[in-house]
Antibody, heavy 117, light 110 residues
Framework: QVQLVQSGAEVKKPGASVKVSCKASGYTFTTYGISWVRQAPGQGLEWLGWSRPYNGNTNYAQKVQGRVTMTTDTSTSTAYVELWGLRYDDTAVYYC??????????WGQGTMVTVSS | QSALTQPPSASGSRGQSVTISCTGTSSDVGGYNYVSWYQQHPGKAPKLMIYEVTKRPSGVPDRFSASKSGNTASLTVSGLQAEDEADYYCSSYAGGNNWVFGGGTELTVL
């Protein structure tokens, strides 16, 4: 079945970087974009940006621009988000989501990233 | 972009209907027919319930319906059931290849 499977939880110190992966299966990876969305504890959803496997294009939300890189590896059908200069308020569950039907139709299970000294 | 505005909470009795609003601007909700709604149960990933303002993905009950008027979109859940108790988020395309979410509404089924 169509699914996105993300990497496991991470604990990082302030100022460090983190890279989360999202492996797609059950569909042609290059057909759809992948967005990244995060959710701080007890808070709402925040769109971070997207990457397009078919051409490598990316677009990032202003809030994380300059601290984030989103990439895709078509050979393994995997998308990545890397965030550096981590701050305490980057603590959140990070989700990847497939962009189908002009909405986010398939979601990964989420990856908890904790920033703690 | 600023987050879309949703009421923090909504409630209704089993079998009744409840409507959740999502207010944006002419640069997002009002400017595009790309409003979607997501249901999220505690500890789970969001689930797509509505896309392109009014369309339901396969498998979503027809108790869920949605509409848009101007800069405000709405999600209506009819015939409320216990399993509808969850957080609901709206989202809209905001131009410039950007997306924005609402702050979320916690739906309680009484």
């Amino acid at each position: 079945q169509v699914q996105l499977v993300q990497s496991g939880a991470e604990v990082k110190k302030p100022g460090a970087s983190v890279k989360v992966s999202c492996k797609a299966s059950g569909y042609t990876f290059t057909t759809y974009g992948i967005s990244w969305v995060r959710q701080a504890p007890g808070q709402g959803l925040e769109w971070l940006g997207w990457s397009r496997p078919y051409n490598g294009n990316t677009n990032y939300a202003q809030k994380v621009q300059g601290r984030v890189t989103m990439t895709t590896d078509t050979s393994t059908s995997t998308a990545y988000v890397e965030l550096w200069g981590l701050r305490y308020d980057d603590t959140a569950v990070y989700y990847c989501a497939r962009e189908g039907v002009l909405a986010f139709d398939i979601w990964g299970q989420g990856t908890m990233v904790t920033v703690s000294s | 972009q600023s987050a879309l505005t949703q009421p923090p909470s909504a409630s209704g009795s089993r079998g009744q209907s409840v409507t959740i609003s999502c207010t944006g601007t002419s640069s997002d909700v009002g400017g595009y027919n790309y409003v979607s709604w997501y249901q999220q149960h505690p500890g789970k990933a969001p689930k797509l319930m509505i896309y392109e303002v009014t369309k339901r993905p396969s498998g979503v009950p027809d108790r869920f319906s949605a509409s848009k008027s101007g800069n405000t979109a709405s999600l209506t859940v009819s015939g409320l059931q216990a399993e509808d108790e969850a957080d609901y988020y709206c989202s809209s395309y905001a131009g410039g290849n950007n997306w924005v979410f609402g702050g979320g509404t916690e739906l309680t089924v009484l």
